[in-house]
């Protein structure tokens, strides 16, 4: 008998996942843990690895489709064995689902007499005309929910199918064109602007809206503020030319930055909560995500336990997670239950920055350049030591001033004697 392949949840805050390229062609066998399916998710585009041993007797969803978590994708089965489902299983279920909300409507207006409230049928599906808007069921699920008119918003989906990022747009105010006046994606990409000349319009990816949205949250809704302190990182620059006598390659500052970020948060534990809904999460984990641009967006796998793994470990590790951001190789798991980021922008210059705080996260630590600068030594001379500006972005519902100055002071304090970094 056939097994249904669903659409995996391949990361914590994912809802919807889009088919970007099917590996196995149907009719073809297939191993469990050998790749099956690429989807792009709300984190990173993911290859999803077959659970079952068997032949690929159904595609159920072609590539550029999306569906919410659940939905059936695919179906193996023995050699031979003919498909029992339906093709069009994610669109009949919608539009069973939307037949049902009509009814609902229709009931409604029979019992006020009058032909009535067309934003409860746009909200189901309808148009007004008896044509179906095409949507995923998560976005008709949130249009309902939110008072959105399906058919008045432009899907920025495949096909122009409208997908949970239109609907949070138009709930928000900066989205939804209406249908009859927008012109169609193709006659937009190229436009004469006067003195701009051509202006080509791009549509953003999966991920990058999933970072837009999560961002613009964040900077709405967090009430942030930042700290900034010099390092003299002197005697880590000599650790790391010592290290490099016995390993190659050897860690690098951000991988120093990383443990002495970890082992102070294992001694601040507030810096390593979270807020929620008028409540302070305390995590007994230390799980430090480091950023990575990668694929026009960014991603940020963690490195979990950070505060129980050496310097050598951690080194490792990151190189690791970074080279599979980079080939696009990275897992579910390894971008999943950060409890603090480090972004470091140090390599291309900048001295220091701020950043957004990766929601829900309390903190985020940002990594400015490493260089030698004058400074005062203990005899009162002038001298030149290898130094760097690291901020630290805090949440102020959750980590007051004091709260955050303490966690720096305690980071700059472990580099500046880095010795206990390399136990």
Same mark, same amino acid.
């Given at each position: ?8 949840? +391949?990361? @914590? ?56 978590? /659940? ?11 003919? $498909?029992?489902?339906?093709? @069009?299983?994610?669109?009949?279920? #919608? ?26 049928? @746009? ?34 989906? $495949? ?5 949970? #990022? ?32 051509? =202006? ?47 390993? @190659? ?36 984990? =230390?799980?430090? /995500?480091? #950023? ?7 991603? =940020?796998?963690?490195?979990?336990? #950070?505060? %129980? ?11 690791? +997670? ?10 579910? $798991?390894?971008?999943?239950? /950060? ?19 990766? $929601? ?10 490493? %260089? ?17 500006? +690291? ?9 007051? /001033? ?22």
């Amino acid at each position: 008998m056939a097994t249904d392949v669903t659409m995996p949840r +391949l990361s @914590d805050s994912m809802e919807e996942g889009t088919i970007l390229n099917w590996i196995v062609e149907e009719g073809a066998e297939v191993k469990r843990g050998e790749p099956l399916v690429e989807i792009e998710t709300d984190k990173a585009n993911m290859t999803y690895e077959s659970d079952t041993d068997g032949t690929l007797i159904e595609i159920v969803a072609k590539e550029g489709d999306t569906l919410p978590i /659940g939905e059936v994708i695919a179906r193996i089965g023995e050699a031979g064995e003919k $498909p029992s489902g339906d093709r @069009d299983a994610p669109d009949k279920a #919608a539009e069973a689902e939307s037949k049902a909300e009509e009814a609902k409507t229709k009931a409604a207006e029979a019992e006020r007499a009058l032909g009535g409230d067309a934003a409860e049928r @746009d909200a189901a599906g309808g148009n007004g005309a008896g044509e179906r808007v095409k949507a995923s069921p998560v976005a008709r699920r949130m249009a309902r929910d939110m008072g959105v008119e399906l058919a008045q918003l432009e899907g920025s989906g $495949p096909g122009g199918r409208i997908v949970k #990022a239109d609907v949070e747009a138009a709930a928000k105010g900066d989205g939804g064109a209406p249908a009859e006046t927008a012109a169609p994606k193709e006659e937009r990409k190229t436009v004469e602007v006067g003195a701009k000349g051509e =202006v080509e319009t791009k549509e953003l990816t999966r991920i990058q809206r999933t970072v837009s949205r999560r961002m613009a949250e964040s900077k709405a809704t967090a009430p942030d503020y930042a700290l900034h302190m010099e390092v003299d990182m002197t005697l880590c620059v000599e650790l790391r030319r010592r290290l490099k006598e016995v390993e @190659d390659p050897a860690p690098s500052f951000n991988d120093m930055i990383v443990k002495a970020c970890a082992n102070a948060l294992r001694e601040h534990p507030r810096v390593n909560g979270a807020y929620r809904d008028g409540r302070f999460e305390l995590y007994s984990a =230390v799980n430090v /995500g480091i #950023a990575v641009a990668a694929q026009d967006a960014l991603v =940020v796998p963690t490195i979990h336990d #950070a505060d %129980k793994k050496s310097l050598g470990e951690i080194a490792r590790q990151a190189r690791e +997670l970074i080279a599979k951001v980079r080939e696009g190789k990275i897992t579910p $798991p390894e971008v999943s239950g /950060g409890t603090f980021t480090v972004s470091n922008l140090g390599m291309y210059g900048v001295d220091y920055f701020t950043a957004i705080i990766n $929601p829900p996260q309390a903190a985020l630590l940002t990594v400015g350049s490493l %260089k030698k600068r004058p400074a005062v030594d203990d005899g009162g001379r002038i001298v030149p030591r290898d130094q760097m500006t +690291l901020s630290l972005v805090c949440d102020h519902r959750i980590l007051y /001033g004091a709260d955050g100055a303490q966690f720096l002071a305690r980071v700059r304090e472990l580099l500046e004697q880095p010795l206990a970094l390399a136990l």
